[in-house]
């Protein structure tokens, strides 16, 4: 998956999602399928998108025990995704796991969908992570830990929000995925999220992949603002 703007397909069903993508004309795009589509779809809405030939990162953030991660990573990876995530606080041995099922169920001669973990999501604060998850660690503090988990556990990368983006560079290397969402044009729709950055913000704080949904999902020209989008994450 190159590092053109992911788009978000904040979409429940396959009509409203091929309606979607039909607005790009013959673009090829990096996409995400979340779990509300993926949950009511199932697999065949990866075949769908692939088959127009788009890249997916599946995000449906894995959390169980190591055995079962790795099964259903197995799965995933005949899928022909190109992307999937897992809870970074599942611990080590689960994101071993994950790889290990992303490698045994990758066909011969392709590459394997590149695993994320992901650190805290954009819409927890620190007030949140300490209050709730009993974490008495600062929001910094907790994603570099998780950052460098995952790092040393073998995923690819990271979920994380662009305001930690450098930190987690710091904290592992270059070529480690730092793929952050909540991003927005401007500041004045946060929606549910808390830590959110503009595209260009996104660039300058060390991201290396961004994902965008309703700000281009919703808007009357998709295609238009993602080229907006595009254009200053590009700088």
């Given at each position: ?39 009511q779809q199932g697999p065949e809405i990866v075949y769908l ?187």
């Open positions: 998956m190159d590092n053109e703007p992911i788009i978000a397909l904040d979409f429940s069903n396959s009509k409203d999602t091929e309606a979607f993508l039909n607005r790009f004309d013959s673009d090829t795009l990096n996409v995400k399928i979340g779990m509300e589509l993926f949950y998108v692939k088959n127009r030939g788009h890249s997916v990162f599946l995000d449906i953030k894995l959390h169980d025990i190591p055995t079962t991660v790795k099964k259903a990573m197995s799965g995933i990876a005949r899928l022909g995704v190109d992307m999937i995530n897992v809870h970074a606080a599942g611990g080590s041995r689960m994101i071993a796991a994950a790889v290990e099922g992303l490698e045994s169920g990758t066909a011969h001669g392709r590459k394997r969908p590149l695993l994320l973990a992901v650190t805290q999501l954009t819409s927890t604060s620190e007030q949140i992570m300490q209050v709730e998850q009993g974490i008495s660690f600062t929001m910094e503090e907790s994603v570099r830990h998780y950052a460098k988990l995952a790092f040393d556990s073998g995923a690819d990368g990271v979920v994380c929000s662009a305001h930690e983006a450098d930190l987690i560079r710091s904290a592992t290397d270059d070529r480690f995925l730092r793929v952050t969402p909540g991003i927005r044009l401007d500041h004045s729709s946060k929606d549910d999220q808390v830590r959110v950055a503009t595209p260009s913000e996104a660039r300058e704080m060390g991201s290396t992949h961004i994902v965008v949904g309703r700000p281009i999902t919703q808007a009357a020209d998709p295609a238009e603002i993602y080229s907006t989008i595009q254009r200053e994450w590009k700088g």
